[in-house]
């Protein structure tokens, strides 16, 4: 079935430094690909999505791009802000489909 | 566009109360789906309506849980006898079918806690 898996957390990072989450899925067909964020306290936001092989997507200096090849979709940014703390979650869904599956998150936090 | 909005935001119960909780779509969207997220885990999938009907449901929605979206607007998620492992966060999404990169927004959840 489809799945996805996410490195484990916490990552710790300090302001300004280098961020990569990787994910890698299983999946039949051709998933759309996406990044959710979680701030403290509040509900689940759509950071970015690709949604075919070799597209990029990026929002808020936040990068990844949909590897075929390596079944992977890793989270990169290249100077991390305290106020990117947060739980990111990669996720899954069919082309056409209906639901959306996730990793577990990957807490991080970044420190002044 | 205000969103997706879910009510109540909290909710405590004891155990073999029914809880309800309320999702309100983004106007314009014909799709709403239910989730839920435990501690440390990412959402799991529960259920899904497109417009009124309810096109799939989870292994995870025991018959104490049922859903509705009578008029394929806002859509109510009850649960019965409620237990104590049902205690999570209930998050409701919606969606516009039709479009090439469909995606889903999610509400701030419902957090349930039985005691």
């Known amino acids: 079935g489809n799945s996805v898996t996410q490195m484990e957390g916490p990552v710790t990072l300090s302001e300004e430094a280098f961020l990569t989450i990787n994910c890698t899925y299983t999946?039949?067909?051709?998933?759309?690909l996406f990044w959710y964020v979680q701030y403290p306290g509040e509900g689940l936001q759509l950071l970015l999505k690709a949604t075919k092989a070799d597209d990029k997507g990026s929002n808020k200096g936040f990068e990844a791009t949909y590897r075929k090849e390596t079944t992977s979709f890793h989270l990169e940014k290249g100077s991390v802000q305290v106020s990117d703390s947060a739980v990111y979650f990669c996720a899954l869904s069919r082309a056409g489909g209906f639901k959306t599956i996730f990793g577990a998150g990957t807490r991080l936090f970044v420190k002044a | 566009d205000t969103g997706v909005s879910q009510d109540p935001r909290h909710k405590i119960t004891k155990r073999g109360q029914n809880v309800t909780f309320r999702c309100d779509p983004i106007s314009e969207h014909n799709r709403l789906y239910w989730y839920r997220q435990t501690l440390g885990q990412g959402p799991e999938f529960l259920t899904y309506f497109q417009n009124e009907a309810q096109l799939e449901k989870s292994r995870l929605l025991s018959d104490r849980f049922s859903a509705e979206r009578p008029k394929g607007s806002f859509s109510t998620l009850e649960i019965q006898r409620t237990e104590q492992g049902d205690s999570a966060m209930y998050l409701c999404?919606?969606?516009?079918?039709?479009?090439?990169?469909?995606?889903?927004?999610f509400g701030p959840g419902t957090r349930l806690l039985v005691l």
């Open positions: 999404a919606s969606s516009l079918d039709g479009q090439v990169q469909e995606t889903q927004y």
């Open positions: 999946a039949t067909g051709y998933p759309s």
